[in-house]
């Protein structure tokens, strides 16, 4: 993804969290991801995000991928999104 798309979507996504009171451990949570994957997804050091990622944040945002990636729209903050299953440490693992 180009810089600015990635800038704008990481805004996008902490918005959304700040919005919602949660910490960045718990929105890694909903999203399925490791709480220090996420932090370094929000501080704009991991720039080259898989889609599975983007989709895992859309959904820990309660909107569909194209929604979140629709830069032209507010997203609404209609009720929380369902939480996640856990995932396990032998996944995270397997992911790095």
């Given amino acids: 993804m180009a810089n600015q798309t990635v800038k704008r979507l990481l805004t996008r996504v902490r918005e959304f969290r700040e919005a919602r009171g949660l910490s960045q451990e718990a929105f890694a949570e909903k999203a399925g991801l490791t709480y220090k994957y996420y932090q370094h997804v929000e501080a704009g050091r991991k720039r080259d995000l898989r889609i599975s990622t983007i989709e895992k944040l859309a959904k820990a945002c309660g909107v ?26 032998a996944k995270r693992r397997r992911k790095r």
Avoid: I
């Avoid at 991928?65 to 440490?89: I, K, M, R, Y």
């Fill in 64 to 89: 569909e991928l194209s929604e979140l990636l629709n830069f032209n729209e507010t997203l609404q903050l209609g009720e929380a999104p369902p939480p996640l299953e856990p995932v396990s440490p």
